[in-house]
């Protein structure tokens, strides 16, 4: 027995090595297995991204707004090739929103199919992958040009861009050899075809219908076997002739009732049915008297109504006086800037009285001495609802309060002469309140309120009266009345940063480099403040240089603060100069954070860098794009010295130069989670403000943008 048990022993440790031979070989390849599923970081990162732009839908089986596996997890229409996405196909899906901000990163993909969706709304985003051989974005609503990322896909076969809302090519196709077939149909293209079109030497189909082209195809596109021009290239149908010689005879023109279309089988597609026709024929006159009946009844009722509205227009101006903008004064004529000089002083009601103002409105067209500025003036329209109006302690408010009158006086009844610029939220005013006070009147746009403006603009003005930063713009004072809502504010000399840059006057002495450093600085600290010293944290959501503002001694003075909930997004991202400060994650999703401030502001280093504007059409349209022309250049010291705004004529520490470029990469980088915060920003620059030897003491001496003489500013 004991033999026997020493065999079996034998035996089994003979087995040891050839099991654990294969148990390892079974764990090495299911390592290996596990290891070729796992996708690339970059692949994850940029799908994550695009599944939260498209809103997180459902449909998307398997898909996760953070890490997964998309190729081990067979993410649905996503194929990889080893660890690598290869094609995205998402057609008729039903999505919304739009394509990634970092799509770029997804190197491998060869395919992107999104086509009969609903993504876009704005313009494609710039950060397309690179290396695409097929783009289908057809049937979304893809807005604006053509991003420029297009120009660069020198393996891209297949682009098709139909049936959107695209309206300008200003993409060069030098590159795209390999383009066998591109579709622009159905857009609003307009203009002629670019001559860069005939560098598609590998073209079989173009289409380009559908659109507003002018002029004819290129003579090398001519050839191509499956051409669909704009009709704009040859004469247009509707002027031009009937053609006797086409292949397909003519539609005979119908002399049927329009709704019935032929569905009656006993009528003849061809009118061939004498009886048919006699009765359609009677059908139709009377309903064209009936018609007619009603055409002239609804004038009537359209007629009494417009008179009504009229009369009651006019009986509603007499109570409440007109628009100061207008015409129609409320109680002052227009005055004559010879009469300036007879300025009275304005009594400003103080925010302790204002507590003992009266609750009936005086409507005698005087301008009232004791009114509610926060009451509707509206109460004798029965179509008015009545706004329940929150209950605000008005003693809070550190503001002066001032009449229609009062401005209107101080601005000469907002003439033109005094218009000193107008923004998203309305017009700003030169107002001289005294002889040693000016201020700036904004007047906001009533569109810009909500249906309840009073208790909103209140509630505003009641907010931005707790700023209190060196670098805010300083909230004078406010009217709330007739209907009118205006804000008064410190009145800054030397205009906005925008101007000082792009806008040259031919007396101004250029901004040195030690106050484009200043004035980075005092914007740094201003949204800095807004962001991590207000509570809760305020985001701005329209920070440029044209809302920075710069004093006598060019100490800058950020405006528009508190202003965000006032203007939709949508309407914020309307103009190319907008267009200009938006972070990538805006144009995805619309939604504004302190990331977003945080880029906007390194866009506007880039404006004191360079001295350009954050979007300018002039210029060729690989340099259109601020950031998309200066960022790759940042950390390269040649030609970051060619960047440099030509007005310094070198007159810069090369150090200062970059680490203050250092400063702009960080801050305008595309994925907002890298994008420091503001306080890390104001270190930053306080470092090279220390490292400069640039002194930390602001100098005490008057700047003026106008008048000094100096050619050099201290700080």
């Known amino acids: 027995m004991a033999k026997a048990s020493s065999g079996w022993f034998r035996a089994a440790s003979g087995m040891v090595p050839l099991g654990f031979t294969a148990v390892a070989m079974l764990l090495l390849a299911t390592s290996f297995l596990e290891v070729t599923a796992d996708t690339s970081s970059d692949d994850v ?158 073209l079989t189909m173009l289409n380009v219908e559908n659109n507003q082209l002018s002029g004819a195809i290129p003579d090398k596109l001519k050839g191509i076997s499956n051409l669909h021009p704009a009709t704009p290239s040859s004469p247009s149908p509707s002027s031009s002739p009937p053609s006797t010689t086409s292949q397909s005879p003519p539609r005979q023109p119908s002399t049927r009732n329009p709704g019935n279309n032929n569905k ?129 302690d008005l003693s809070s408010i550190r503001a002066n309060v001032y009449t229609v009158a009062d401005l209107q006086l101080a601005t000469e009844s907002f003439s033109a002469d005094n218009l000193i610029g107008e923004g998203s939220f309305g017009r700003v005013y030169r107002a001289q309140i005294s002889d040693d006070k000016v201020l700036a009147v904004k007047k906001i746009n009533l569109s810009a309120l909500p249906s309840n403006p009073s208790d909103f603009f209140i509630d505003l003005v009641a907010n931005i009266s707790k700023f209190n930063h060196p670098n805010l713009s300083e909230l004078d004072g406010y009217c709330s009345e007739h209907g009118q809502y205006l804000l008064a504010y410190e009145f800054y000399r030397n205009g906005s940063l925008h101007d000082f840059l792009h806008l040259s006057d031919g007396y101004s002495n250029p901004l040195s480099w030690n106050n484009r450093v200043k004035i980075a600085l005092g914007s740094a600290r201003a949204l800095e403040y807004m962001h991590e010293t207000c509570s809760p944290s305020v985001i701005h959501k329209n920070f440029k240089s044209s809302n920075i503002l710069l004093d006598n001694e060019l100490n800058p003075h950020l405006s528009d603060c508190g202003f965000a909930d006032l203007i939709p997004n949508q309407e914020l991202q309307e103009s190319d100069e907008n267009s200009g400060y938006r972070a990538p994650e805006v144009t995805m999703s619309g939604q504004y954070t302190q990331k977003s401030d945080i880029y906007s502001f390194g866009v506007v280093m880039l404006e004191l860098l360079t001295g350009r504007k954050a979007f300018d059409r002039s210029q060729p349209w690989p340099q259109q794009s601020l950031v998309r022309w200066a960022t790759p250049q940042l950390h390269d010291i040649d030609a970051l010295d060619q960047m440099v705004d030509p007005a310094l004529e070198g007159l810069y520490p090369a150090k200062s130069l970059s680490r203050f470029a250092d400063a702009i990469a960080l801050c305008v980088q595309p994925e907002p989670e890298f994008r420091p915060p503001m306080s890390e920003v104001v270190q930053s620059l306080v470092r090279l403000v220390q490292r400069s030897s640039m002194g930390s003491v602001m100098s005490g001496e008057s700047n003026s943008r106008r008048y000094d003489e100096s050619g050099d500013y201290t700080f």
């Open 45 to 202: 990162t940029a799908l994550n991204a695009f599944y939260t732009t498209l809103n997180s839908p459902s449909q998307l089986t398997n898909w996760v707004v953070q890490n997964g596996d998309p190729c081990g997890q067979s993410w649905l229409g996503i194929t990889c090739s080893g660890s690598r996405v290869i094609t995205i196909k998402l057609p008729g899906m039903g999505l919304n929103g739009n394509l990634g901000y970092n799509m770029n990163i997804l190197t491998a993909l060869v395919e992107l199919d999104v086509s009969n969706n609903n993504l876009g709304g704005s313009d494609i985003p710039y950060n397309l992958p690179p290396n695409l051989e097929r783009l289908n974005l057809e049937k979304n609503s893809f807005t604006g040009t053509l991003p420029y990322s297009i120009s660069q896909m020198a393996t891209l076969k297949y682009l098709n861009l139909g049936h959107n809302q695209l309206s300008s090519i200003n993409v060069m196709f030098n590159q795209l050899t390999n383009m066998t077939t591109l579709d622009l149909s159905d857009n609003t293209f307009s203009g002629t075809l670019p001559d860069s079109f005939s560098s598609m030497t590998s």
């Open 264 to 392: 009656n089988p006993s009528i003849g597609s061809n009118g061939d049915s004498s009886s048919d026709s006699g009765g359609g024929g009677g059908s139709s006159s009377k309903i064209g008297s009936g018609a007619v009946a009603g055409i002239v009844i609804s004038l009537v009722v359209l007629g009494a109504m417009v008179a009504f509205f009229v009369i009651k227009r006019k009986s509603m101006r007499g109570q409440r006086g007109g628009d100061p903008e207008k015409n129609e004064p409320l109680t002052l004529r227009p005055i004559s800037s010879g009469k300036l000089n007879q300025l009275r002083t304005i009594n400003i009601i103080s925010p302790s009285a204002k507590e003992g103002l009266q609750k009936t409105v005086s409507m005698n067209l005087k301008p009232p001495s004791k009114i509610d500025l926060h009451r509707s003036f509206d109460e004798s329209d029965p179509t008015n609802k009545t706004v329940m109006v929150k209950s605000i």
